[in-house]
């Protein structure tokens, strides 16, 4: 098939649904769903270049139910038409020189996407498209999730707030980083800078997680041990409920260590995360007042003394950041935060599971077993 002047040739492959090949791989995905849809839920790494806009698909569906598909269908190419479909047309091709191992979808898989591969077809373009649509590797996904629910092995990694649970398992060719999937680390003080994926995107990305970590052999999976939600997203059901009677295995370190994780985690590494995003001067404000709102958030659980002491504290520590760079002056509220509020509450917890605690030791001897755990399968 010949391509566009100036472009490479792309070699004609035929259409696909062999979901678990295209999700195990991560070929680029072209999505031509309208913005909202893809803002909804989309899959990692997908590029949306909507055949209509949000205004067009509306428009075009009310013509549908008041006319039928042939109205519809008329509407939209008198909408899409002249220089607005070629403008389309060639982000489409542009895509497709950049990306000749990728492949297009829309909801169903059904008029847009064959309508997407038409143009580009009558363009010099033949590019596949995934049957079933973003509907068929959505309900894929589900099933894979809801799969390694049910036929895994699954391990609880347990440890008072700064132990380094995310920490080690990143260590394990097993871990599954259920934080690092929400963009969030769970706690009061866990929002990032960059805001937390939706909930359908949080699913997707746990799920293509889960279905390349079994693909590669892995029959036994290593969580942190989480809430019912993470900020604003929820654990799937059937996997926190797998989580609630799974063995639990409990992280121990030295309160010096946890004070200078969480030092690194939530004021040196946070902070830079925020300058990064907006600069040097509004980032650090944006995380100065995100650490003060944090703090305000578990106010009535600290008592009006205690939190008006910590914020003293927190206050004086940003002060001195701002001014000099030094963070050491966050040790203070970070020590006397860990040892009247994290970790009565986790004690609380922990003894409430004691039953379930199948191995508990330091780091090391944690790594170890957890990856022994892996190899008995």
Same mark, same amino acid.
């Given at each position: 098939m010949d391509s566009l002047p100036g472009s490479s040739a792309v070699t004609a492959r035929p259409d696909s649904a062999d979901y678990r090949a295209? *999700? *195990?791989? %991560?070929?680029?995905?072209l999505d031509v769903r309208a913005p909202a849809e893809f803002l909804r839920g989309a899959f990692p790494g997908a590029v949306n270049l909507p055949l209509m806009d949000d205004d067009e698909r509306h428009r075009v569906g009310c013509r549908y139910k008041e006319e039928g598909q042939q109205a519809a269908i008329?509407? %939209?190419h008198t909408l899409v038409s002249g220089e607005v479909k070629a403008r389309r047309v060639a982000a489409w091709a542009e895509f497709a020189r950049r990306h000749p191992d990728g492949y297009l979808y829309c909801f169903r898989g059904g008029l847009r996407s064959q309508i997407s591969q038409q143009w580009l077809r009558e363009a010099g373009i033949d590019y596949p498209r995934v049957v079933g649509g973003y509907k068929a590797m959505r309900t894929y996904l589900i099933d894979t999730l809801d799969a390694a629910v049910s036929e895994c092995d699954w391990l609880v990694l347990g440890g008072l707030t700064g132990s380094g649970k995310t920490a080690l398992l990143a260590e394990l060719d097993n871990g599954v980083d259920l934080e690092a999937h929400a963009a969030h680390r769970g706690s009061s003080f866990g929002r990032r800078a960059r805001p937390q994926p939706t909930q359908i995107d949080f699913e997707n990305g746990l799920a293509i997680d889960l279905l390349r970590r079994r693909a590669a052999g892995a029959g036994t999976l290593v969580v942190e041990d989480e809430g019912r939600f993470i900020g604003s997203r929820d654990v799937p059901p059937?996997?926190?409920a797998r989580m609630q009677t799974s063995p639990l295995v409990w992280l121990d370190e030295p309160f010096e260590a946890?004070?200078?994780r969480v *030092?690194?985690?939530?004021?040196?590494? *946070?902070a830079a995360e925020f300058i990064a995003a907006h600069g040097a001067e509004k980032g650090f404000e944006a995380f100065s007042e995100r650490m003060r709102d944090a703090l305000a958030g578990i106010a009535r659980r600290l008592g009006g003394a205690r939190y008006q002491r910590l914020a003293a504290l927190?206050?004086?520590a940003l002060q001195r950041q701002a001014q000099t760079g030094e963070v050491d002056e966050h040790r203070l509220w970070i020590a006397v935060l860990l040892r009247h509020y994290y970790d009565p509450m986790y004690d609380y917890q922990r003894e409430a599971r004691e039953s379930r605690i199948v191995f508990r030791g330091d780091r090391a001897a944690v790594r170890e077993y957890l990856r022994e755990r892996a190899g008995r399968r």
């Open positions: 295209l *999700l *195990l791989s %991560g070929v680029p995905m008329a509407l %939209g059937r996997l926190y946890r004070v200078e *030092l690194k985690d939530y004021v040196v590494d *946070l927190l206050a004086h």
